[in-house]
């Protein structure tokens, strides 16, 4: 079994960064790719960004693509979410998702889930 474990939310004022970190343990850990989700109160669960384990493809969600960066360190089993330019709409839990066959850019193509951690922007 896989475990998934995020950190690196908080507080931060409009225009700030952040960077969440994802690290995975468990079996012998070989994803397809890996990437983040978050859900904002009485929303559905939205794309954020994904990446390629082998080869770095990565892939943004429109609301995110020029602030958010994705990147991976396979020594470590851990993928970053760098986050620039926050802006009060991005608050929400961010989950860290992976896929063992695809590349994971709906809830539908992900194998694992984290147990979330929460980005809260202010204005």
């Known amino acids: 079994q896989v475990q998934l474990v995020e950190s690196g939310g908080g507080l931060m004022q409009a225009g700030g960064s952040l960077r969440l970190s994802c690290a995975a343990s468990g079996r012998t850990f070989s994803p397809y790719s890996m990437g983040w989700f978050r859900q904002a109160p009485g929303q559905e669960r939205e794309f954020v960004a994904a990446?390629?384990?082998?080869?770095?493809?990565?892939r943004y969600g429109a609301s995110v693509s020029g602030r958010f960066t994705i990147s991976r360190d396979n020594g470590k089993n851990t993928v970053y979410l760098q986050m620039n330019s926050l802006k009060p709409e991005d608050t929400a839990v961010y989950y860290c998702a992976a896929a063992d066959s695809r590349l994971l850019i709906a809830t539908s193509s992900c194998d694992y889930w984290g147990q979330g951690t929460q980005v809260t922007v202010s204005s």
């Open positions: 990446i390629r384990w082998n080869g770095g493809f990565v």
